[in-house]
């Protein structure tokens, strides 16, 4: 079902159509989570390692399906409000061709460099093998991952947050049992941990891939081309600053992760652990503020400039509600969470477990600041604000490599666990100041309307 959010009431509309979307971010994130759940459980504390030691890898890759996620969104939501629906069908199918082709391009440079990049970062020897397995077999699943990210963005820019939810919670529950089946059954290890997800992923994306053509196909309109590189133009002028934003970051994460390996496989597991937490509750208010962006979009594109700075107070409040939750809970059950991750009879994890707490007990109390951020970001993304968008976001990663790298050879790993709340208030400040800015022009537009 599309969903027009041009008209009606602004609070129902973005917590009906946010609420599917965060659900579907908890169910991802479940399963991302299990993976280090079960190596670290079913296998030792040194798979758990592995995979953290590859996670940073993993999320280049991810940066870059989700900024084409991002940008084809952005650019089919402002059409899609216009009602140029020729215009909007050719921009959907230039999004899926021009991805499919990305993915097969990065599927060969991630095979070929992958054992480079865990050398640069300093992969103890104890776990490289398996973090390269790891890596490998995640690399040949980018194409699967890529067509899932770019039809969840234009279910999403089309306003249906309910498909891209069902094909996730059957996605999700299968990796969970083939990770159990192939790990704790067939002792495959960690190579089972990543064909589990492999399979998973292949299957959801072909099946969002058929359900969005026929729903595509639903949309009446003249005959339209399948590929414009002047549409790939537009699709570029947003998805690139996306996928730098979120390369930058993943690029950044390599660097703290290096800074983490020296600290001792300890720390590793420990981090792995905290990290896929943080991740969780990130993604949260990031996905809430994408549900803000293509709400901003669709207005923008039907000149309701009124409508924007609604859904920025909306969002706002729901992210901060979110956000108060995922700190108490990190704070309060830090090391019940920790241990999710570990089996006490398997060795000596308390060292491991006591990193992990104190990067969450650092980090967690800092995610009102992040969450307001994230929606500021989310407008100036929506309304093609390329430049504000960019310069909040690497103000952040740029603040948070530089502090890692001051404070740890003081601090230790406390000072890399630092950085977080440092940058993320900086740049929040940041994107606040950008965000007012952009909504006086808008203001300034609303008079002239008038």
Not at 94 to 107: D, E, P, R
Not at 121 to 142: E, H, K, P, R
Not at 384 to 405: E, K, N, P, Y
Request: charged letters at 10%.
């Amino acid at each position: 079902m599309v969903k027009d959010m041009t008209k009606g009431k602004v609070t129902p509309i973005l917590l009906k159509f946010s609420l599917p979307l965060l659900i579907s971010v908890i169910f991802q994130q479940f399963y991302s989570i299990a993976d280090s759940i079960i190596a670290g459980r079913c296998i030792n504390i040194d798979a758990l390692s592995a995979i953290g030691a590859s996670y940073p890898i993993t999320m280049i890759f991810l940066a870059v399906g989700t900024g084409m996620n991002v940008g084809c969104s952005v650019v089919i939501s402002t059409l899609f409000g216009a009602k140029d629906y020729k215009q909007m069908k050719t921009a959907v199918f230039t999004s899926i061709i021009s991805t499919g082709v990305l993915a097969a391009v990065l599927t060969l440079v991630g095979y070929f460099t992958s054992g480079v990049f865990l050398r640069l970062l300093g992969t103890d020897d104890s776990i490289f093998a398996d973090s390269q397995t790891y890596l490998n077999i995640y690399v040949f699943g980018l194409l699967f991952l890529f067509i899932y990210n770019i039809c969840t963005g234009i279910f999403t820019a089309l306003g249906d947050g309910n498909t891209p939810l069902y094909f996730l919670i059957g996605s999700s529950l299968g990796n969970i049992g083939l990770d159990l089946l192939f790990v704790a059954v067939f002792k495959m290890g960690v190579a089972g941990t990543a064909w589990a997800t492999f399979i998973c992923q292949g299957i959801c994306s072909v099946l969002a891939f058929i359900v969005l053509i026929r729903r595509i196909a639903k949309i009446k309109c003249e005959k339209f081309p399948y590929f414009m590189w002047k549409t790939l133009g537009k699709i570029a002028t947003m998805s690139i600053p996306s996928i730098l934003q979120q390369s930058f970051v993943s690029v950044g994460q390599l660097f703290i992760q290096s800074l983490v390996n020296a600290c001792g496989t300890d720390v590793v597991a420990g981090y792995a652990s905290a990290i896929k937490l943080n991740t969780f509750a990130i993604t949260t208010f990031a996905t809430v503020g994408n549900s803000v962006s293509s709400f901003t979009a669709q207005n923008i594109g039907a000149k309701e400039y009124k409508r924007v700075r609604t859904g920025f107070r909306v969002g706002v409040l729901l992210c901060l509600g979110i956000a108060v939750l995922f700190s108490l809970a990190y704070v309060i059950f830090s090391n019940e969470l920790i241990y999710l991750f570990m089996d006490k009879t398997h060795g000596n994890t308390e060292a491991a477990a006591e990193a992990g707490r104190h990067f969450l007990n650092v980090v967690a109390p800092f995610y009102a600041v992040v969450s307001v951020k994230l929606i500021n970001d989310a407008i100036l993304r929506g309304g093609q604000r390329v430049g504000a968008f960019m310069a909040t976001t690497f103000s952040d990663l740029i603040l948070r490599v530089i502090l890692a790298f001051v404070l740890s050879p003081h601090f230790g790993a406390t000072g890399i666990w630092l950085s977080w709340p440092v940058g993320w208030t900086i740049a929040g400040v940041l994107s606040m100041v950008l965000y007012i800015v952009y909504m006086r022009k808008l203001n300034r537009k609303d008079v002239r309307q008038d």
